[in-house]
């Protein structure tokens, strides 16, 4: 019978459903003023004389101020108390109302006590309407009928209180209790649901069955986070996580706002702290570029560098699509955070030096972080000319754009991939550092042209720098985005080698890298991350199953959910990630950025070498460009030749000066 009353009251129009609460509001207070009479004066018949007047008055006044407190725009299945408040509130200034009218006209028969019953009776009418809507309707709003999962929230804070309401509106979860490291308030209860001690989630989770633990903690420091996390990883739960406050402060917490762990829960390690003095150097009241903008780190890094307030920041973005995603996003930063900031978005690719000079003359940046690259480790393997054009000649574009419209600092993303590297991408990123390396040095610069003649000398008064860090967790191409596709979809999940290992750092982190190190540069300076220990894969991998709340299939649990599958190492790929060439790291002003010594080519014997390897990619020569990587990538091994998936035949010979 409910159902059959509540499911076409939600499926009425916004519009009616408002003027039906309005026709229940009104009855309430008809029935309020008679009730009121009733008490007083024990008169139980139709108004009399000047009586009727209470009967329009109430009306009246009421309507219009729970109008101007939203009380009609409410949902009331998804009334809580901060909406009981308000209707508090609008039922109070009523009350003043309409007191004040009573002792100002002091209608017959009417006594002016009245005007203190009727309005607590209106509000005990109201209140308990609104309530007793929220848990007939809430059954029935379309959302899962039947629990899917049981629950336990960590955190008995505000954020555990405002999870377990929207639990009991979705319906989706039964709740089972409450975890909470605070003593005082183990063994109480919330609403009726038990509040139990870290030490007890092992039994409760046998005992009762739990499927899911959310995390409600936004505020918790992420050292005491990773402590949580990793004393549930062995429980065959889904751990799942609320945003963090700055989220949380923009409204009530929903279902929606669940989320997967974040990829610093992954991590298992606090991310390294940035220093706010060197972030905002270089960058405020300051024209800042930003190639491959709309990219993993170039977007993290446009974002960062947007809240310290440059002048102007200028995107360089050969993507259509990505440029106008990233420029959309940061509108709305500014816009959010009152931002005067000046955000240029332009289409441009790093291979076209004449495009870039144009832009480098219009808008005279004084810094520019180059993060425009190819970096995925099989596609570059299998099209060597494209990287070595866009990593190699791409880098050397731009700084000498940099350098003949007088920017000052020019920083250039690199990865730990160009260490000993056993792919052309490494190979390639670490020519890209020997380029930024012979200018620095230089003092001046000659250019050589693609067709082979030379530039007016150009005066060097760029610093350039150098940054390296680890995998970048939850970028495009990240293991993290594929293993959570693999588990979705059932898995298994593919490692390509048990023993291969990596660094590690979030997006936010490598962008605050390259920030800071910059900062520090004094020319042509290579800034590597102490990112601690390498993680395996493979452990993260499983680290991953297991917060999902699964089991691992292997051959001690033939009967687990998801299995880990071996593929094998991909061309180019090698087992262990290294950030320093040589030894001795140098340390700087920030204690976990260190700076490496690493040996490198003058500008006068590299630039031809350049002119050589430029015509090797533009023919695809990709012998030529394997000869020139091993002549001067220190440690290059690579796993396979050059060129796989190039086409098999020689190309046209090249000129007796190449």
């Known amino acids: 019978m409910n159902k059959l009353v509540a499911t076409p009251l939600l499926a009425l129009p916004r519009p009616a459903k408002r003027v039906v609460v309005i026709a229940l509001d009104l009855l309430m207070m008809l029935v309020s003023v008679w009730v009121a009479f009733y008490l ?3 008169q139980t018949g139709l108004p009399q004389g000047q009586q009727l007047y209470v009967y329009l008055l109430a009306p009246l006044l009421a309507i219009p101020v729970f109008v101007r407190f939203g009380l009609y725009r409410a949902i009331f299945r998804y009334t809580g108390m901060a909406a009981l408040a308000t209707t508090a509130k609008a039922v109070a200034v009523y009350t003043v109302l309409f007191f004040t009218v009573l002792l100002f006209f002091k209608w017959n028969g009417v006594p002016r006590t009245l005007g203190l019953i009727q309005p607590l009776l209106l509000l005990l009418l109201v209140g308990t309407s609104r309530a007793l809507a929220r848990f007939w309707l809430a059954g029935w709003s379309g959302k899962a009928r039947h629990a899917v999962g049981r629950m336990l929230i960590y955190g008995a804070g505000d954020a555990g209180v405002e999870t377990a309401s929207a639990l009991a509106v979705a319906r989706q979860f039964v709740l089972l209790g409450f975890i909470d490291d605070d003593k005082k308030k183990v063994g109480r209860s919330i609403n009726g649901v038990d509040i139990m001690a870290p030490a007890e989630v092992a039994d409760a989770v046998e005992r009762m069955g739990v499927t899911d633990i959310l995390l409600a903690m936004p505020a918790l420091d992420r050292a005491r986070r990773n402590e949580i996390i990793a004393s549930l990883r062995e429980l065959p739960v889904h751990v799942r996580t609320l945003p963090g406050m700055g989220d949380m402060a ?7 706002d669940f989320q997967e762990l974040d990829v610093e829960d992954l991590l298992g390690r606090p991310p390294v702290p940035p220093d706010s003095t060197l972030l905002a150097r270089n960058l405020a ?34 993507s259509e699509f990505a440029l106008y995603t990233v420029h959309r996003e940061l509108l709305g930063l500014c816009t959010e955070h009152g931002l005067q900031v000046e955000v240029t978005p332009l289409l441009a690719s790093v291979g076209n030096f004449g495009r870039l000079k144009e832009i480098f003359q219009l808008y005279r ?4 972080y180059h993060a425009a690259a190819y970096k995925h480790v099989p596609l570059v393997e299998s099209n060597p000319s494209e990287g070595v054009l ?30 000993r590297p056993t792919n052309v991408m490494g190979a390639t990123k670490r020519m890209a550092e020997l380029v930024l390396q012979a200018l620095a040095a230089s003092p001046s610069v000659r250019f050589v042209s693609p067709d082979g003649s030379y530039s007016p000398e150009v005066a060097n008064r760029t ?32 490692v390509t080698h048990p023993e291969v290992t990596r660094f590690f750092m979030t997006i936010p982190e490598a962008a605050q890298l390259v920030l800071q190190a910059g900062a520090m540069a004094h020319g042509g300076d290579v800034f590597v991350l102490d990112m601690g220990s390498p993680l395996r894969i493979v452990d993260l991998a499983k680290r991953m199953v297991q917060l999902s709340g699964l089991s691992l299939r292997d051959e001690h ?11 094998g190492l991909r061309p180019g790929e090698k087992l262990y990630e290294e950030l320093l060439i040589g030894d001795n790291p140098e340390k700087t002003a920030h204690q976990r950025i260190m ?26 020569h990709a012998p030529v460009m394997r000869a020139i990587l091993l002549r001067l990538v220190h440690g290059y091994h690579p796993h396979r030749d050059c060129g796989a998936g190039e086409p098999a035949q020689e190309p046209a010979a090249l000129p007796n000066d190449a």
């Open 595 to 620: 700076k490496a010594r690493e040996d490198f080519v003058l500008w006068t014997e590299l630039a031809p070498i350049l002119v050589d390897m430029r015509q090797a990619a533009t023919l695809n």
């Open 285 to 318: 009241d300051q024209v800042v570029l930003v190639t491959g903008a709309g990219g993993s780190i170039g977007s993290e890094l446009c974002r960062q560098i947007l809240m310290e307030k440059p002048r102007r920041l200028v995107l360089v973005e050969l």
């Open 390 to 419: 866009n990593n190699v000649f791409g880098t050397l574009n731009a700084a000498r754009a940099a350098m003949e419209n007088g920017t000052a600092h020019f920083v250039l993303v690199s990865t730990d991939k160009a260490v």
């Open 250 to 256: 923009s409204g009530r917490v929903t279902i929606q």
């Open 40 to 42: 007083r004066i024990d």
């Open 463 to 494: 610093v350039f720098a150098m940054v390296r860090f680890g995998n970048v967790l939850g970028s495009s191409g990240s293991v993290v985005p594929l293993f959570r596709k693999q588990l979705r979809d059932g898995g298994p999940l593919t």
């Open 365 to 368: 940046p004084a810094t520019v």
């Open 557 to 567: 649990n033939p009967e687990g959910d998801i299995e880990i599958s071996i593929t």
